[in-house]
């Protein structure tokens, strides 16, 4: 069932170019990223929807028998242990569609890569500033 078009302008066009039940995954997969990283933006970044804070905050697709969740190796990796449970790589995870999505823990995820985001900017105008 991947969807072969391409060119998205927006992530609501992704969504609805889906059959009604993967609509209703992805639209809880897009409400729960809002709602824990609030002023992160949406876009489309390599065909994918995509939330940006600072930085690329996580990307997500929806495939013939699951949905990819891509928070970064970074975010992998923190959740290593409550991820174990789902095929899994570097900096994907593969969320099986007939499954319910582990809608806490994608949002302790996003949560997370928020705020490596926002700390990664910190840092760097730190360092411009001349602090150590």
Same mark, same amino acid.
């Given at each position: 069932?991947?969807?072969?078009?391409?060119?998205?302008?927006?992530?609501?066009?992704? %969504?609805?170019?889906?059959?009604?039940? !993967?609509? =209703?995954?992805?639209?809880?997969?897009?409400?729960?990223?809002?709602?824990?990283?609030?002023?992160?933006?949406?876009? %489309?970044?390599?065909?994918?929807?995509?939330? @940006?804070?600072?930085?690329?905050?996580?990307?997500?697709?929806?495939?013939?028998?699951? %949905?990819?969740? @891509?928070?970064?190796?970074?975010?992998?990796?923190?959740?290593? *242990?409550?991820?174990? =449970?789902? *095929?899994?790589?570097?900096?994907?995870?593969?969320?099986?569609?007939?499954?319910?999505?582990?809608? *806490?823990?994608?949002?302790? !995820? =996003?949560?997370?890569?928020?705020? *490596?985001?926002?700390?990664?900017?910190?840092?760097?105008?730190?360092?411009?500033?001349?602090?150590?």
């Amino acid at each position: 069932m991947e969807n072969k078009k391409t060119g998205y302008q927006s992530m609501d066009e992704y %969504i609805s170019s889906f059959p009604e039940e !993967i609509q =209703v995954k992805l639209g809880e997969l897009r409400a729960i990223i809002k709602a824990a990283a609030p002023d992160a933006a949406e876009k %489309i970044s390599y065909q994918m929807p995509t939330f @940006y804070l600072q930085g690329n905050l996580v990307h997500f697709a929806a495939y013939k028998k699951h %949905i990819g969740f @891509y928070p970064t190796p970074s975010g992998i990796h923190a959740f290593k *242990e409550e991820l174990s =449970v789902y *095929e899994n790589s570097k900096g994907t995870v593969r969320f099986p569609l007939d499954k319910p999505l582990p809608l *806490e823990l994608i949002s302790k !995820i =996003v949560v997370y890569r928020a705020a *490596e985001n926002l700390h990664k900017v910190e840092l760097k105008s730190r360092k411009l500033a001349g602090e150590s």
